[in-house]
């Protein structure tokens, strides 16, 4: 059953304002809507964010990491005989701000109480060459795929949480049984004056929206319907 945060409530209630202003010609599918939605959600997101709001638990999302030590020097096809740890794949991709991508925590999948420090790539690389910086593990994302260096325990999978521009992507690497009705019911991570602000801007300017959407994305989401 959907709750009244769900993603399908929220669809629902986008619908039902349409409706009440245009006449049924207008065609728009449930993923139509859910790309609005999605694209407002990282739109006030990232307004919020580089207002100085910290992000609430309502907008963000744990995945579990599997990971793997790899050589440095993998990248560019050399061995050095140093070893990093390495995501086993790409990671979904993080709201980017002006400041930083919204990854917030990585942390050990087996004690809750351990947490590895975010940095750049440029920074974790400097530092864990100091004296200091080889004490701590450091964890940085590049091209899609998270890294720790400076770990001296083994690990297979950690726990990495923060806000994502896509919530139903976070649905699927998580679960690989993934069911779109069941993720449409869930609580979509979005503050509820969020919600309010979203249903405002569609109500006046959904077409003006629709029509601005990158072409791609329009069509693909008009081939695919709940």
């Not at 669809?11 to 139509?32: A, E, G, P, Q, V």
């Not at 440095?72 to 740890?85: A, R, W």
Request: hydrophobic share 30%; net charge negative; glycine share 4%.
């Amino acid at each position: 059953m959907a709750t009244t945060n769900s993603l399908r409530h929220i669809i629902y209630n986008i619908r039902t304002l349409i409706k009440d202003r245009h006449s049924d010609d207008l065609k728009f599918t449930d993923r139509n809507i859910a790309y609005w939605i999605k694209y407002l959600r990282v739109k006030l997101i990232r307004q919020d964010y580089e207002k100085g709001r910290d992000p609430s638990d309502n907008i963000t999302q744990s995945i579990s990491v599997n990971v793997e030590s790899v050589d440095t020097g993998s990248s560019i096809s050399q061995t050095t005989g140093e070893f990093q740890i390495k995501s086993k794949t790409k990671l979904p991709k993080f709201i980017s701000t002006y400041h930083r991508d919204l990854m917030l925590t990585v942390g050990s999948a087996i004690d809750e109480s351990f947490n590895i420090i975010i940095q750049s790539k440029a920074k974790a690389i400097r530092n864990c060459k100091t004296k200091y910086g080889k004490k701590f593990p450091v964890a940085y994302l590049d091209n899609g795929y998270l890294y720790i260096i400076g770990c001296n325990f083994y690990i297979e999978n950690v726990v990495v949480s923060g806000v994502f521009e896509d919530p139903e992507e976070v649905e699927k690497f998580n679960n690989p049984n993934y069911n779109e009705d069941d993720f449409y019911d869930k609580d979509y991570p979005l503050e509820g004056h969020m919600i309010d602000m979203i249903n405002n801007i569609i109500k006046t300017n959904e077409l003006n929206l629709y029509f601005q959407l990158p072409e791609d994305k329009v069509n693909d989401a008009q081939t695919n319907s709940l």
